[in-house]
């Protein structure tokens, strides 16, 4: 093994945690080579957060497309042409991934393609040769998850599946009312679709506060998306033109196709992690709050690291662990400050505690809800939701805001504010006093923390 095969850090996987460690570590001067099996962007560029979003932008401009007459526009949505949408989709993800390229190529970053397995506290081997860094990087990734006893294949496919039908299904049922779940349901419904999402648990999107399931639940029954929520999966039935889906309670489901949305699990197996001592919990790899995993120079980032599957978490976990590597001792990540977006019609976002999680920590809390009904661009957008604030302490008493969550069409786009007033733990007085432009979604934010303080303009708070 020569020196040139010695690195100051070695990314295995080159998702949206190892290329941001390896793009940030080249850009603070370390020497960096980066493993990669398939293609570098990994699940969130080509099989996840891209696709699924350029999906869900065609379906907007199909409802569009459907509702111009509503608001004086003579249009009509006369069908879907998935080869288009495909075309499409595949176009935005071509773009994205020859400009990745152009940036870890410029970045002087060594590429090195092959499934890479740990054999040593600071050596991976790839397809026989041996590569060794100064520090090491575990970021596999992760994969689309089953139920024990539901084999995939045919017309029972996951999301990987799903990004690259060639078809819109006219009957589908969603295995999964979490966050892939429910936005392949506001696609394919979209598109034309009649769909039925099955959930375990007692509502949609279930890890996200109460009051944004409700909400959520609202306006699908409005949108004609069915869901059987408390209800359990017990199995499917498929041929060649069909699947019936079992529930628990003696209820049958007939489709086209099942999608199987339950998440997803860490890609850790057979990757040579415990062989080399790195402790898994459920397949995940554990760590400190600093991402070392207790062995070595043995570090770890994005969906194999317990928390949330984000790959914007992914992007700051590997961007913090390439200037720790770097001496510049960059603050803990606090997981609780990353923004959530889940982007169905109506998109749910959030960041911070939930009400229940923050009155179990604090106690003493107030909350606030302001309607969208109150604000000018929603009604020209004609979209319905509402923005729920969750202050620390009692109303009348300071504290900061702990908790935020929005639903509505473009939440999504009001969380830069919101993860701002979160992680810089600001009071209602501090975000009230700064002006909001009119007329903006953003300007909601403005009139929830205006009534917050106390003092409601466009509401009866």
Aim: aromatic share 6%.
């Amino acid at each position: 093994m020569s020196e040139s095969d010695t690195y100051d850090v070695l990314v295995l996987g080159g998702g949206s945690g190892g290329y941001a460690c390896a793009l940030r570590a080249a850009q603070l001067g370390l020497t960096v080579a980066l493993v990669e099996q398939d293609k570098l962007g990994g699940t969130c560029l080509h099989r996840g957060c891209i696709p699924t979003k350029a999906l869900l932008h065609a379906a907007e401009v199909a409802d569009n497309a459907r509702e111009g007459e509503q608001i004086g526009v003579k249009s009509s949505l006369s069908g879907i042409d998935m080869s288009g949408v495909n075309s499409y989709k595949d176009g935005v993800v071509g773009k994205l991934y020859k400009g990745l390229q152009g940036l870890v190529k410029s970045r002087k970053i060594t590429m090195i393609d092959g499934h890479g397995t740990l054999v040593g506290p600071d050596a991976v081997e790839v397809d026989g040769q041996r590569y060794t860094g100064r520090n090491v990087v575990l970021a596999s990734g992760s994969y689309s998850k089953t139920l024990p006893g539901l084999e995939l294949g045919g017309r029972v496919m996951t999301s990987t599946e799903a990004i690259n039908l060639d078809y819109v299904p006219d009957r589908v049922v969603v295995l999964g009312g979490g966050v892939i779940g429910v936005e392949f349901a506001s696609v394919w419904k979209s598109f034309g679709a009649e769909v039925t999402i099955v959930e375990a648990l007692p509502h949609l999107v279930p890890n996200e506060d109460e009051f944004l399931s409700k909400q959520l639940e609202r306006q699908f029954r409005k949108r004609k998306i069915n869901y059987k929520i408390g209800t359990k999966f017990t199995g499917v039935d498929q041929t060649a033109d069909a699947v019936t889906v079992n529930l628990e309670n003696g209820e049958q489901l007939e489709a086209d196709i099942l999608l199987v949305a339950v998440g997803r699990g860490p890609n850790t197996a057979d990757l040579g992690y415990e062989q080399q001592g790195v402790t898994l919990d459920r397949g995940f790899v554990t760590t400190n709050e600093r991402l070392h995993t207790g062995v070595g120079n043995i570090w770890a980032v994005g969906d194999i690291v317990p928390g949330l599957q984000l790959a914007h978490r992914g992007f700051a976990q590997g961007i913090f662990l390439a200037e720790d590597l770097a001496g510049l001792n960059p603050p803990v990540i606090d997981e609780t400050g990353i923004p959530r977006v889940t982007y169905c019609e109506p998109e749910v976002a959030s960041v911070g505690l939930t009400e229940a999680d923050a009155r179990e920590k604090y106690g003493e809390i107030q909350t606030l809800t302001y309607d969208l009904a109150g604000n000018g661009k929603s009604q020209i957008l004609q979209t319905q939701g509402a923005i729920k604030l969750v202050k620390q302490g009692a109303q009348g008493t300071p504290g900061p805001i702990v908790g935020i969550h929005m639903v509505g069409a473009r939440a999504g786009e009001l969380i830069g504010e919101a993860q701002l007033v979160y992680n810089w733990d600001a009071q209602a007085e501090d975000v009230a006093a700064l002006i909001h432009a009119h007329p903006t979604q953003n300007e909601a934010f403005g009139e929830a923390t205006l009534a917050l303080a106390g003092k409601p303009l466009h509401s009866h708070s």
